[in-house]
Nanobody, 121 residues
Framework: QVQLVESGGGLAQPGGSLRLSCVGS???????????MGWYRQTPGNERELVAG?????????YYADAIKDRFTVSRDGARNSVYLQMNDLKSEDTAVYFC??????????WGRGTQVTVST
């Protein structure tokens, strides 16, 4: 079993920055052998959308959604089973609950409980 815990959300002004962290714990093998680890976000009444993350298949790919390219940076620390999301130049439309997600090599999926990001004056 795997647990994902997010932190770092909060209130930021437009143009400001926040850094989200996600720490995984539990089955070490599962945490290391993943197909995807990264971030989704969700606003009320909408489905979760993929924001950024790491796909490990086919040599590995770092994914960024078009809406956040050049503003957000995803990074990871394998030793800490962690993934991070540095969010710069925040906009009101970035307001959402941000979820950490991990998909294992055998396609099991794990979610964190989410952290609220609010961008407002």
């Amino acid at each position: 079993q795997v647990q994902l815990v997010e932190s770092g959300g909060g209130l930021a002004q437009p143009g400001g920055s926040l850094r989200l962290s996600c720490v995984g714990s539990g089955n070490t093998f599962t945490l290391k052998a993943y197909n995807f680890m990264g971030w989704y976000r969700q606003t009320p009444g909408n489905e979760r959308e993929l924001v950024a993350g790491f796909f490990t298949a086919n040599g590995g790919t770092t994914y960024y959604a078009d809406a956040i390219k050049d503003r957000f940076t995803v990074s990871r620390d394998g030793a800490r089973n962690s993934v991070y999301l540095q969010m710069n130049d925040l906009k009101s439309e970035d307001t959402a609950v941000y979820f950490c997600n991990l998909v294992t090599a055998n396609k099991r999926e794990f979610w964190g409980r989410g952290t609220q990001v609010t961008v407002s004056t």
